[in-house]
């Protein structure tokens, strides 16, 4: 069983930046794409950012420019740089996983909380 694990959310003032990480279990970066998704008080949880297997990336409008995802094959893990951080980025960000063959994300870690406030 594939399991996400998240860390590096916090308190940042608007402006700021912050990494988030996502380490998985197990080697699967080879059959699996990658994603980030946020899920902000009262709102729909919504995609910011996404890697394929093969590198491939894409970004939600609002992330564009700021925010940059990336994965280490080796160390298992992907990565969003988060740059220019603004309150409106305020949510819980969560990393989630599925094969490549699939179409939706169905693995997702446990979540971590990202808060832009000064």
């Known amino acids: 069983q594939v399991q996400l694990v998240e860390s590096g959310g916090g308190l940042v003032q608007p402006g700021g930046s912050l990494r988030l990480s996502c380490a998985t279990s197990r080697s699967i970066f080879r059959d699996y794409d990658m994603a980030w998704y946020r899920q902000a008080p009262g709102k729909q949880r919504e995609l910011v950012a996404a890697i394929t297997s093969g590198g491939s990336t894409n970004y939600a409008d609002s992330v564009k420019g700021r925010f940059t995802i990336s994965r280490d094959n080796l160390q298992n893990t992907v990565y969003p740089q988060m740059n220019s951080l603004k309150p409106e980025d305020t949510a819980v960000y969560y990393c989630?996983?599925?094969?490549?063959?699939?179409?939706?994300?169905?693995?997702w870690g446990q979540g971590t909380q990202v808060t832009v406030s000064s």
């Open positions: 989630a996983a599925k094969r490549v063959s699939s179409y939706n994300y169905d693995i």
